[in-house]
Nanobody, 125 residues
Framework: QVQLVESGGGLVQAGGSLRLSCAAS????????MGWFRQAPGKEREFVGW?????YYADSVKGRFTISRDSAKNTVYLQMNSLKPEDTAVYYC?????????????????????WGQGTQVTVSS
């Protein structure tokens, strides 16, 4: 019932910035909370940030990454600043339709039912 389409990945030098987009369709924008995850080669998919009634971020990106929403475009964004080589990964957006998921942060991948295709972010040193 929810389709997510990501865009905005690419190659950037350390210290640079990049903005990822995740466009949602199939349900009203207000009916779901969003999460961002990333997966580096040979690593498990890890939590990056959450957007519901508020926002919440992993310690590794806090102060550098910001999640925002554009309700008119049914799109959620991940603004990434001060990028580091350690940020290199495939980035995924995810959605949960759970009412509790909107109210409190969801930091585990199993809490999300819908996922985008992922977009590659590469940070050169």
């Amino acid at each position: 019932q929810v389709q997510l389409v990501e865009s905005g990945g690419g190659l950037v030098q350390a210290g640079g910035s990049l903005r990822l987009s995740c466009a949602a369709s199939g349900r009203t924008f207000s009916s779901y909370a969003m999460g961002w995850f990333r997966q580096a080669p040979g690593k498990e998919r890890e939590f990056v940030g959450w957007s519901g009634i508020s926002t919440y971020y992993a310690d590794s990106v806090k102060g550098r990454f910001t999640i925002s929403r554009d309700s008119a475009k049914n799109t959620v964004y991940l603004q990434m600043n001060s990028l580091k080589p350690e940020d290199t990964a495939v980035y995924y957006c995810a959605a949960t339709l759970s009412p509790s998921g909107w109210r409190t942060p969801r930091t585990v991948k199993y809490e999300y039912a819908y996922w985008g295709q992922g977009t590659q972010v590469t940070v050169s040193s």
